[in-house]
């Protein structure tokens, strides 16, 4: 492990399922409950605002009462640790996931790709704003005082955020490692496939073998509290 110093991380819903918080393709998970192009497309907000809005304050809510789970707080100890370790060695960690778990835990070089429950973003002033409250009655924008708030999510057919910054970071990478998601959404789910064309070593922590499992080198399989401490010991110790 030794000639690893840039470590890169994607996280997906399966990182804070034991939390407390929904996938989107397990079974009873958030999309079986509503079709994804109901609630997480700008179309849908057009047709349905209020449909959309009650969707994502019932999740800002329900994130307030969750918290961090061993698998955050080992993610950001890597983060911390890393550069004793490695001087000069980097952990980079890109979430798909909306809630605040991984910042919670203490992670700072932290690309929130898809958007934050706990943000705002204004379509009047293009400001984007700390939210906790729903969004239901249209609250006015704290910057511009137009009632234009909408969830600072990234819905389907929206560009994802900070794209530069991640494949910036993904060409220093040495190591990838996916945790937790199903490989089924672009452009996350095609960063391995980047990761392998620079010769970076490719590694799945995942509950079982997610839609890109044949682009990992190595997978270890099991629940993210048990998997990723492991793994992190594993990289502190020099194992
Ligand atoms: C874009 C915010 C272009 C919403 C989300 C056809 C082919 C290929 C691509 C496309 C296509 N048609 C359309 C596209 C593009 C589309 C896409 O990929 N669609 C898919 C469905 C085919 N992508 C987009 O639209 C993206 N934008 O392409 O823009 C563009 C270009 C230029 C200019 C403008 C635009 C935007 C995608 C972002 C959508 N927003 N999130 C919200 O959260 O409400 S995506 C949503 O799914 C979440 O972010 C989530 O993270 C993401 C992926 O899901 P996962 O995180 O992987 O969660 P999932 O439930 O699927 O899996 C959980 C995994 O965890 C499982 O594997 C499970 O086994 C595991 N697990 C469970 N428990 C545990 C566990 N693991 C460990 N421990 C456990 N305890």
Redesign the pocket.
């Known amino acids: 492990m030794t000639s690893i110093r840039n470590i890169m991380i994607l996280t ?4 804070s ?2 939390s407390g918080i929904d ?4 079974s009873g ?1 958030l999309w079986e409950k509503h079709r ?1 192009e109901d ?2 497309t700008p179309e849908a907000f057009a047709r349905d605002p209020e449909l959309v809005l009650r969707f ?1 304050d019932m ?1 800002r809510a329900a994130i307030q009462t969750k918290q961090p789970n061993a ?1 955050h707080a080992a993610l950001a100890r890597l983060e911390a640790e890393w550069p004793e370790r490695v001087p000069g060695g980097t952990v980079t960690l890109v979430t ?3 809630d605040d778990l991984h910042d919670r835990a203490g992670s700072r070089n932290l690309i929130h790709m ?2 934050e429950h706990l943000n705002a973003w204004c379509t009047a002033c293009d400001e984007r704003v700390p939210w906790r409250a729903p969004l239901l009655d249209r609250p006015a924008c704290p910057a511009c005082g137009v009632p234009a708030l909408r969830p600072d ?8 955020y900070r794209m530069e910054d991640i494949y910036g970071a993904l060409r220093e990478a040495d190591l990838f490692v996916s ?11 095609g960063l391995v496939r980047g990761a392998r064309d620079v010769g970076a070593r490719t590694l799945e ?4 073998p ?1 839609q890109g499992s044949a682009w990992f080198d190595e997978a270890r399989h ?4 048990q ?1 990723v401490p492991a793994w992190v010991e594993e990289m502190l110790s020099g194992g």
Do not use: C, K
């Open positions: 997906g819903a399966g990182v399922a034991e996938t989107f393709r397990d998970g994804v609630v997480a994502y999740r698998a798909q996931n909306v898809h958007g999510i990234v819905w389907f057919g929206e560009m994802p945790i937790g998601t199903s490989g089924a959404v672009y452009p996350a789910a922590l995942n509950l079982e997610s099991g629940p993210a509290t998997v």
